[in-house]
């Protein structure tokens, strides 16, 4: 009878927390990086400054 042998991830101590948080940092990047395509910015009409002051 043969054995097999069990897989075990590699041996590299903080590779798996590593890998986890650079797939967070990457999704929160993706995120904003798509939100910001996505965003469709418009320039408004400029108001007259009299209409803005408080004049008394």
Do not use: H, I, N, Q
Request: positive net charge; glycine residues 8%; hydrophobic residues 45%.
């Amino acid at each position: 009878m043969s054995r097999r042998r069990r897989l075990s991830p590699p041996w590299l101590p903080g590779f798996w927390p590593m890998v986890a948080f650079l797939l967070l940092l990457g999704s929160v990047f993706g995120y904003y990086y798509g939100l910001a395509k996505l965003t469709r910015f418009e320039k408004l009409p400029l108001e007259p400054a009299a209409k803005t002051a408080d004049k008394p």
